[in-house]
């Protein structure tokens, strides 16, 4: 076990919809990582977080979105869901410098249909 | 673009036998390179790292060898275990003020009885 908890395990919705997945960091830890895994893609880096602020954006498309709240945890939001957003999300953390371990949740499987 | 190349995409072994997973990349400002393990359903799990100015790190039966001047790294496991069967990504990291981590595709390791 991380210590990296996401919620839903599972997503299943309509081409259209937007949802929310939520993220909860290991104790402690300042950043805030969001991946997403594809078969065509791989594991991919969306978008990171240090102590409430965006830091990188990586190949995250403008109608996903995320942010980092007060007591650390994170929400990414994914919005006019198409059937190609169906993947993996991994929510990272790690305790920031000089640290560079990142530690994965369990993810959640987002499948749109 | 892909930063980092893995090969072979999918391994067989014997048990007892040595399982070997080689990484190349490109950006000369990566500064951190970890490896991670992955069981169907779970999230991607730390299993070691290194860094470019070690050659070699060995924890237990796993080693990493590491090339700077050919930009290349790899992953050797040991005594292979039925248990080590998963898929192995490596990665890795850029410097600067985040610590995004790049990937490579993953190599399914299958280690048979």
């Known amino acids: 076990d991380s210590g990296v908890t996401q919620t839903p395990k599972h997503l299943i919705t309509a081409t259209g919809q937007r949802v929310t997945l939520r993220c909860s960091p290991r104790s402690g830890d300042l950043s805030v990582y969001w991946y997403q895994q594809s078969l065509d893609q791989g594991l991919q880096f969306l978008i990171q977080y240090y102590n409430g602020e965006e830091r990188a954006k990586g190949n995250i498309l403008e109608r996903f979105s995320a942010q980092q709240f007060p007591d650390l945890h994170s929400e990414l939001n994914l919005s006019s869901l198409e059937l190609g957003d169906s993947a993996l999300y991994f929510c990272?953390?790690?305790?920031?410098?000089?640290?560079?371990?990142?530690?994965f949740g369990p993810g959640t499987r987002l499948t749109v249909l | 673009q892909q930063q980092v190349k893995q090969s072979p995409q999918s391994l067989i072994v014997q048990k007892g036998g040595i399982s070997i997973i080689n990484c190349a990349y490109e950006?000369?400002?990566?500064?951190?390179f970890p490896w991670y393990q992955q069981f169907p359903g779970k999230g991607p799990a730390l299993l070691i790292a290194i860094r470019p100015d070690v050659s070699e790190k060995k924890e237990g039966r796993f080693t990493i060898s590491f090339n700077k001047s050919a930009k290349q790294f790899s992953l050797h496991i040991m005594d292979s275990q039925p248990g080590d069967s998963a898929t192995y990504f490596c990665a890795a990291r850029s410097g600067g003020s985040n610590y995004k981590l790049t990937f490579g595709k993953g190599t399914l390791l299958t280690v048979n009885p």
């Open positions: 990272a953390s790690s305790a920031g410098r000089p640290e560079p371990e990142q530690f």
């Open positions: 950006n000369t400002a990566f500064d951190y």
